[in-house]
Nanobody, 129 residues
Framework: QVQLVESGGGFVQAGGSLRLSCVVSGRIFSFNAMGWYRQAPGKQRELVAF???????????SYVDSVKGRFTISRDNAKNTVYLQMNSLKPEDTAVYFC???????????????????WGQGTQVTVSS
């Protein structure tokens, strides 16, 4: 009922750039937070960038130290879309990237609001040296 679909992953050489997009669909009433995580082979999923949301205001809370100054999280409020601009990519950025969102939505056939927290299916980013 709330779906997140990522796109924009791919193969890039070190020093290159990619922009990931994540579209959130469903009868969304409000967002509390959106973010990007990644998981490399044999490693645990880690937070990359996180954004708290209050109405139409976005508060960029944190980036993992390894991406500070290179990655930027942003949001298009009207399109329910969150982006991750990744510049100066390094081989160690290679991972599957997942977007995350939580907030409230209106279930079909229900006039009330319920909380949701949802993940996308992931998009592969591969950076060659």
């Amino acid at each position: 009922q709330v779906q997140l679909v990522e796109s924009g992953g791919g193969f890039v050489q070190a020093g290159g750039s990619l922009r990931l997009s994540c579209v959130v669909s469903g009868r969304i009433f409000s967002f509390n937070a959106m973010g990007w995580y990644r998981q490399a082979p044999g490693k645990q999923r880690e937070l990359v960038a996180f954004m708290s949301i209050g109405g139409s205001t976005n508060y960029v809370d944190s980036y993992v130290d390894s991406v500070k100054g290179r990655f930027t999280i942003s949001r298009d409020n009207a399109k329910n879309t969150v982006y991750l601009q990744m510049n100066s990519l390094k081989p160690e950025d290679t991972a599957v990237y997942f977007c995350y969102a939580d907030g409230t939505y209106n279930p079909p056939g229900d006039s009330g609001r319920k909380p949701f927290n949802s993940w996308g299916q992931g998009t592969q980013v591969t950076v060659s040296s």
